[in-house]
């Protein structure tokens, strides 16, 4: 240390200055130097830092890894064997590309069509047709695989029409049943995203554009369409992400036409090839995270975020009948078709033998309710214990990317959203390569799969605590720290309560995704901790798809309870916590 | 003056995507025991940035900061003895007025009877006394900010930092509030930091004003010499409103300047300005040192081009021989009647009044 007695320029004018002590050498010059006077929050940065570098990066390091070396030694064959363009390494990549880009330009056709309507017009009934647009969301999405089967399997009951009436032998295997019930799954996204985009638009623009003299069809080229541009781009992006990674429909409707995420899990669960696994998880995770990449560039640089700003009041109101009814109709039908294929998942939990005998029974429950209920009880137990576990740290994440400055904070804020990039089946094949053997052997575990929940689900948690920390002025937290409280304080009588309904919310979705999920977990149960939604495929391998239908059923009425017990808690806290402001 | 508070070449500079803004750019001052200075600049000046600085908010690019001669510069908020009055007052919404009030002396572990004494006796320093269950969110505006302003008081701060604390208050309750404010910050001695963009809000509060523009400081000053003697053409016109005409100085002594416009009208200034003789100069005329007569009494000539009247003060643009344009403003206008446009005036100036600024 040094004392410097240093004179001070104020305009001109030298004043003299406090005699001040000053270190020969700062470290606290560092965003570090900070962090040293916070040592809690210091400690929270390291153990989300590890945490995510444990569960999210090292499992993803020994896919890499497992495709590249054999036995140790480098020898990345499979890679080669695609570059010369081998079948069953080339073609399971060529389908899931067709697959997502079809999937992706019909959803989002289909998903913008909801949302004009909703948005545009005043057709009756939106709240219904918004209802069930939601269904595919939070209801497993192999379940529209289960009912097309039902209706256009080999034993469907369209597919024995067809024969019986006009002798056609079609059934809906391949590539026709991946896209229609890909289709079906992941249009609500698209409608949801543009829906925002759309009622996110002032009407005001395409108002001046009729004002000015411009028709309604070249207001809507001109105007709306341009302006929902970046929007559908997200869409399109959005939805072949999600077609890429699914595995629960591809699983049972691929048929003849081999998918990468089935493939990569045939190749370690049937063949024990790991190295092939792992490369065509490398192969499918390439395409997946370019699409990412793609997205965050594209939400983060365009005007698609003021966009979806805050929906605006007063939408413009297409009421030309010639117009609104062809929409209607398209809805109708659309909401039709959803409605009629979960129906027919209820309908073929009643029947004796699907196919053969539809006599109405409940043989299928007492099954569910017998030989599957340890299977119903792990998955209610295993995502009990993970959501509050996932939500705690995705609000945690999200209030240190969004509220803190640290160095590495751009790269906590890119690797805890990795998941979303990653395929489930990769992120599972990932934990069964690292944590097979010691130091941290959890395979056969229940923990395994509650961390697969845990940080499969981590990207949705902090997205959704991002929005409920955009809800809160950040002013709140910079007073508490002002007025002394450090991050512990801060975060637990501040930030908490008052997010404590929004996550609530937040996590009864966790919970009804982890209810539903499938393609991470399946690499990683056991005899011993079986899932609820695993049994269901199994029923289906097996062809029993009446006991399978019956699985659906309980997994969805768990799912709908869960949401509305949550939604009436929720709206008795905040609605306690409303009046109190 | 011994200081309290002390900034030393703070700089901070925000990188964004774009390009780097500089937002405060090497500030050097002082804040002396007890005393009110005013941060006062437009948006954008670097003020707030300064303020959050010393808060503890944000992290100076370069520079340091000392309180009481401690280097404070990187601590963090919840290490410092300052405490921030916020524009938005950032109050605990899921607590009542005696939580939020409470908030720090329980952070600082202070027993409950004595946290309730103290909570009891500043909120009736800042008459709030009995709305201590209230939630924030059922309270007006100015009762929020005097909740803001109690939440800070209470946990007797060594630095007080106001950010624009009224700017959310309507005009009425904003001269009452910082009335209060000042009352309050003179009786407690508190050393304070205070961001306004407000020049009247700056000049009735103060005890010194720094004007700052694209994060420099202009000028440091009591409200009197940087309203009467500003420092540059920007402060002159930031604070008040101010006419420049074009002069040359001819004459110089001891005690004044004398000026000849180029009307050919000169003025003897009663102050010596550092000019040097047949030096072009602006002559700073604030529109209330002028005096509007009729044109045979006035020293120069004008046409009245505009006439607005503005509650008490008549408002006038004179178009001069010269071509020159001068804002003029006259009390009690009601009386006596606001002159029509077209009518020719005589102009006499306030000597004392006139500044002069290099041209």
């Known amino acids: ?130 209802w069930i647009a939601t269904f595919p969301i939070i209801s497993p999405p192999f379940l529209l695989a ?414 709908l309870g869960t949401i509305f017990f949550m939604d009436f808690l929720v709206r008795r806290v905040l609605g306690r916590w409303r009046h109190a402001r | 003056m011994h200081a309290e508070l002390l900034l030393e070449r703070l700089t901070k500079i925000f990188r964004g995507r774009g390009k780097p803004v500089v937002a405060v750019d090497h500030v050097d001052l002082e804040v002396g025991k007890g005393e009110l200075l005013t941060l006062l600049g437009p948006s954008g000046c670097g003020k707030t940035t300064t303020l959050r600085m010393v808060g503890g908010f944000e992290i100076p690019t370069e520079g340091e900061i000392y309180l009481g001669g401690q280097r404070i510069t990187h601590l963090p908020p919840q290490r410092r003895p300052t405490a921030t009055v916020f524009q938005s007052y950032g109050l605990f919404p899921h607590m009542t007025v005696f939580e939020n009030v409470a908030f720090g002396l329980k952070v600082r572990r202070v027993p409950r009877a004595e946290i309730r004494r103290r909570v009891q006796e500043v909120l009736h320093l800042v008459g709030l006394a009995g709305l201590e269950d209230r939630p924030p969110g059922k309270l007006s505006g100015g009762q929020q900010q005097r909740v803001a302003l109690a939440r800070v008081l209470v946990i007797r701060p060594q630095v007080l930092l106001f950010d624009e604390p009224l700017s959310n208050l309507d005009a009425k309750l904003r001269v009452e509030t910082r009335e209060h404010i000042r009352r309050i910050q003179k009786e407690l001695g508190i050393t304070s930091l205070y961001v306004t963009h407000d020049q009247a809000e700056a000049m009735a509060i103060s005890d010194r004003i720094v004007v700052m523009n694209q994060g420099r400081i202009q000028q440091v000053g009591t409200p009197q010499e940087i309203y009467l003697r500003p420092a540059n053409a920007f402060v002159a016109d930031f604070i008040g409103r101010a006419n420049f005409l074009t002069a040359k100085v001819v004459g110089k002594s001891a005690t004044e300047t004398e000026v000849e416009l180029t009307s050919g009208l000169k003025l003897r200034i009663p102050y010596p300005f550092d000019f040097s003789l047949g030096e072009t100069v602006k002559v700073v005329v604030r529109p209330e040192a002028v005096d509007l007569l009729p044109p045979s009494e006035g020293e120069l000539v004008g046409t009245v081009v505009l006439a607005q009247l503005t509650g008490s003060l008549a408002h006038y643009r004179i178009l001069l021989d010269s071509q020159e344009v001068l804002e003029v403003e006259v009390l009690g206008a009601l009386e006596k009647g606001l002159l029509p446009s077209g009518t020719p005036v005589g102009l006499r100036f306030h000597l004392k009044n006139l500044h002069l600024l290099p041209a």
């Open chain 1, 1 to 130: 240390m040094r004392t410097v007695a240093k004179g001070h320029r104020v305009l001109g004018r030298t004043v003299k200055g406090a005699r001040v002590t000053r270190p020969l050498f700062s470290l606290s010059r560092s965003p570090f130097g900070r962090l040293v006077h916070d040592p809690v929050l210091l400690l929270v940065i390291l153990s989300v830092f590890a945490l995510i570098g444990l569960f999210v990066v090292y499992p993803l390091v020994r896919v890499f890894a497992a495709s590249l070396f054999h036995r140790g030694v480098f020898n990345p064959r499979y890679f080669l064997y695609l570059f010369e363009g081998r079948p069953y390494l080339l073609r399971p990549f060529l389908n899931s590309i067709t697959v997502g880009v079809l999937v992706a330009v019909i959803g989002t056709m289909v998903g913008f069509l909801y949302a004009y309507a909703i948005t545009r017009t005043d057709i009756p009934g939106k709240s219904l047709f918004r």
């Open chain 1, 146 to 559: 289960l009912s097309a089967i039902l209706l256009l399997g080999e034993n469907g009951l369209i597919t024995r029409w067809l024969f019986a009436r006009f002798g056609i032998r079609w059934s809906v295997y391949g590539l026709p049943g991946l896209v229609l019930t890909e289709t079906l799954a992941y249009f609500p996204l698209a409608f949801l995203t543009l829906e925002g985009v759309l009622s996110g638009i002032d009407p005001a623009l395409e108002e001046s554009a009729m004002d000015l003299g411009a028709s309604k069809l070249r207001t809507f080229l001109r105007v709306t369409l341009p302006l929902a541009t970046p929007g559908l781009a997200a869409s399109f992006l959005l939805l072949f992400i999600r077609s890429l990674e699914d595995f629960g429909n591809p699983v049972v409707i691929q048929g003849r036409y081999p998918v990468l995420t089935v493939q990569a899990y045939l190749a370690i669960t049937g063949m024990y090839n790991l190295p092939l696994g792992a490369t065509l998880a490398i192969i499918l995770l390439v395409p997946s995270v370019l699409a990412f990449i793609l997205l965050q560039f594209w939400v983060g640089r365009r005007s698609f975020i003021t966009v979806t700003g805050r929906p605006s009041t007063a939408g413009l109101h297409t009421t030309e009948s010639y117009v609104k009814w062809p929409l209607f109709a398209g809805l109708v039908i659309l909401s039709g078709i959803v409605l009629l294929l979960y129906g027919m998942v209820f309908y073929g939990a009643f029947t004796e033998l699907w196919g053969v005998n539809h006599a109405f029974t409940l043989d299928n429950f007492r099954y569910v309710f017998s030989t599957g209920s340890s299977y119903l009880v792990n998955t209610l137990k295993l995502a009990g214990v993970a959501t509050p576990l996932g939500g705690f740290l995705g609000i945690v994440i999200a209030y240190l990317v969004t509220r803190k400055n640290f160095p590495g904070r751009r790269a906590l804020d890119f690797l805890s959203m990795l998941n979303f990039a990653v395929p489930g089946i990769i992120v599972g094949m990932g934990y069964v390569f690292a944590f097979n053997t010691p130091p941290i052997q959890l395979t056969g575990t229940a923990a395994i799969i509650v961390l697969v929940f845990v940080f499969q689900r981590m990207p949705v948690a902090i997205r959704d605590g991002v929005a409920m920390l955009q809800q809160i002025d950040p002013v709140i937290d910079e007073a508490a720290s002002d007025l002394g409280a450090g991050f512990f304080r801060t975060f637990r009588r501040i930030t908490l309560p008052l997010v404590a309904p929004a996550l609530m919310a937040g996590m009864a979705y966790m919970f009804s995704a982890c209810v539903t999920s499938i393609s991470a977990v399946i690499m990683v149960v056991s005899a011993k901790w079986q899932l609820v939604t695993v049994a269901l495929l199994h029923e289906v391998d097996n062809a029993d798809l009446s006991q399978a239908a019956a699985y659906g059923v309980v997994i969805v009425l768990v799912v």
